[in-house]
């Protein structure tokens, strides 16, 4: 009998443990959702954009912090990083920090060329774009990872009407589907 009381306890008190350490001790990780827009743009003041709407959750019961994303656009062998980042929450805000809890933040996240001369032209063709968040603490991270098709009538649409090409998710179809909204 005692040991089958001794089992139970020693159960128990194992379970207990493990609750705590997920609960209060394991870092987890922040992960996103696939983006239900993803844009290539130019902002107010002409400078290029991409934007991108999408939920950022935390897998880990105390949250994270998340200290700067940043986007990488490839072409080909061009590689280009969008690392101005700002966000839309109750008006847009420089992306100075963001808390991230299991339930998750969802907004409008855009990403500026950096000020530094720097001159980007999107050109027709077939893109990979990757996501990447720095958590406190911790490395840059890719979370996100999709491959887009800017056609050559996109193109032009973007450089002589300022267009804006918005790519929308399609559950049903498990794909994006490209249109250009002029400005």
């Not at 003041?45 to 999408?54: L, P, S």
């Not at 966000?87 to 996240?109: A, E, I, P, Q, R």
Request: net charge positive; charged share 20%.
């Amino acid at each position: 009998m005692d040991y089958i009381s001794l089992s139970i306890s020693l159960a128990i008190l194992t379970i207990s443990g493990l609750t705590f350490w997920l609960s209060r001790i394991k870092k987890g990780t922040v992960k996103m959702t696939r983006p239900t827009m993803i844009y290539f743009g130019v902002d107010s003041k002409g400078q290029k954009k991409i934007g991108i709407r999408t939920l950022l959750y935390s897998t880990s019961e105390k949250g994270k912090y998340v200290q700067y994303m940043y986007v990488q656009l490839q072409r080909r062998e061009t590689v280009q990083n969008f690392n101005v980042w700002s966000y839309k929450n109750n008006g847009l805000v420089l992306g100075s920090g963001l808390f991230v809890n299991k339930t998750g933040v969802s907004c409008d996240h855009s990403f500026l060329l950096p000020k530094d001369g720097t001159h980007y032209t999107f050109l027709s063709g077939d893109y990979v774009l990757q996501v990447f968040i720095e958590a406190i603490d911790e490395k840059p991270k890719k979370i996100f990872e999709q491959r887009l098709l800017l056609t050559p009538q996109q193109q032009e649409a973007m450089e002589l009407k300022n267009g804006t090409v918005y790519f929308n998710w399609a559950p049903n179809t498990q794909n994006y589907f490209s249109h250009i909204v002029l400005g």
